[in-house]
T-cell receptor
């Protein structure tokens, strides 16, 4: 049973460029969340996708956008890259438990993005 | 919104001793509190979690306690081993949409 997979593992981009990161959720999971983890810090919530729609969004600018496909996989897009966007981008999947029940997040290994 | 604080930021213990990491949260609506372990260069992995209807949960050498009144929860690791060395993150979630807010992390070093 494959866990959460992310690609690519590492990426180097130049300031102003655009990047797309990809995530396949754990088998059986229907919800995908994206987190940004700067060096030495805890993961920061970017947004969450469920039923192919953005269900909730953290405090990130519109340069950050995403998509979820019918097979539950997801993409994170970042436009007009800034040096401060350099971080580990983590995808986490879970199974939606409705309005009350929280399901644990299962993380992928992340994509290390370096903006020069 | 929710804010999660975590202490200490670094913790060194001798092998075999116990380690305790404490977190506080601000949103009284939070009802789910997981703990993640992240080894260097690896993904965060869930090690234990607790829901708001439970005060304590134990899994072998790891336990978590929750005080809803004081809005704090703690991770207890007994009989620490070198392989327990990692960064530990607490998190809180208030439910629908499962927006987890993470603490800043505690770097635990278990000295042989």
């Amino acid at each position: 049973d494959a866990g959460v997979t992310q690609s690519p593992t590492h990426l180097i981009k130049t300031r102003g460029q655009q990047v797309t990161l990809r995530c396949s959720p754990k088998s059986g999971h229907d919800t995908v969340s994206w987190y940004q983890q700067a060096l030495g810090q805890g993961p920061q919530f970017i947004f969450q996708y469920y039923e192919e729609e953005e269900r909730q969004r953290g405090n990130f600018p519109d340069r950050f956008s995403g998509h979820q496909f019918p097979n539950y996989s997801s993409e994170l897009n970042v436009n007009a890259l800034l040096l401060g966007d350099s971080a580990l981008y983590l995808c986490a999947s879970s199974l939606d438990g409705g309005p009350v029940y929280n399901s644990p997040l299962h993380f992928g290994n992340g994509t290390r993005l370096t903006v020069t | 919104g929710e804010n999660v604080e975590q202490h200490p930021s670094t913790l060194s213990v001798q092998e075999g001793d116990s380690a305790v990491i404490k977190c506080t949260y601000s949103d009284s609506a939070s009802n789910y509190f997981p703990w993640y372990k992240q080894e260097l260069g690896k993904r965060p992995q869930l090690i234990i979690d607790i829901r708001s209807n439970v005060g304590e949960k134990k899994d072998q050498r790891i336990a978590v306690t929750l005080n809803k009144t004081a809005k704090h929860f703690s991770l207890h690791i007994t009989e620490t081993q070198p392989e327990d060395s990692a960064v530990y993150f607490c998190a809180a979630s208030a439910g629908y949409g499962q927006n987890f807010v993470f603490g800043p992390g505690t770097r635990l070093s278990v000295l042989p």
